[in-house]
């Protein structure tokens, strides 16, 4: 109806969907392929379990162009209304992830720029060089960004959202990716980090230089970064 076409969408239940009475959080993931439930299960990381305890919503956009006010009306007036009427979804925005790749990580960003009230969690994997968007609509301070990819683009996402005020790690947090990874997009995922407000304080944090030594007087930069370890037991770069 809002996308003037037909929407191909694929759902993907936990394994505890039916015994389990309370919603669950859910994922919404745009592309321009399905995703499986082996991808899922091989690939995003919620908790210890085997299997992450979430709905997910996988979304095959169109071929044709969309813009991105076409599709958060299409999430927020016909997918999200008809997902938390027919399934065990949370209504919670913080409890909602969208997850998006390549081309449409810059769409999802004004998504959830546009539409923080519906959006609180964004993912992005973001490998190829990609204009980023000047939004136009600065981000909500309690909009939680994960994001995966090569260092020139994960530079540029920083600068990004910080101009737009989001804080690392409470805001944001990354993690850089060796080109190969873009085979298996989704690998870098941690939604725990979106859904679980503990995992963001920092435990310890290393600083490492892209050298084995250099002299800072020598040199007229230098590039740097930090692994950082969160209490949930994984690192992050920044």
Do not use: C
């Not at 919670?92 to 004004?110: C, D, F, H, I, T």
């Not at 892209?210 to 020598?218: K, N």
């Not at 930090?226 to 690192?235: A, D, Q, R, T």
């Amino acid at each position: 109806k809002y996308l003037k076409t037909d929407v191909k969408i694929g759902v993907i239940l936990p394994q505890r969907y039916e015994k389990r009475e309370s919603p669950f959080p859910v994922v919404y993931i745009l592309g321009q392929n399905l995703v499986s439930k082996k991808q899922i299960e091989e690939n995003f990381y919620l908790g210890k379990n085997d299997n992450p305890q979430a709905v997910f919503v996988s979304v095959l956009m169109p071929a044709r162009p969309v813009s991105a006010a076409e599709i958060a009306e299409f999430f927020t007036l016909e997918l999200l209304p008809y997902f938390e009427l027919n399934y065990k979804v949370a209504s919670s925005p913080k409890e909602r992830v969208l997850a998006v790749s390549g081309p449409l990580a810059v769409k999802g960003l004004e998504i959830v720029a546009s539409k923080g009230d519906y959006f609180k969690n964004l993912a992005i994997i973001l490998f190829e060089p990609t204009p980023l968007p000047a939004l136009s609509v600065g981000l909500q301070d309690d909009i939680k960004v994960w994001a995966a990819g090569n260092l020139s683009n994960m530079i540029r996402l920083q600068t990004l959202l910080e101009k737009n005020g989001l804080k690392f790690p409470a805001g944001f947090a990354y993690k850089f990716a060796a080109p190969d990874k873009n085979k298996n997009l989704w690998a870098e995922v941690n939604l725990n980090y979106l859904l679980n407000p503990e995992t963001r304080k920092v435990k310890k944090a290393k600083v490492h230089s892209s050298l084995e030594s250099f002299s800072l007087a020598a040199m007229p930069s230098a590039e740097l970064w930090i692994n950082v370890l969160l209490s949930g037991g994984y690192e992050v770069n920044y």
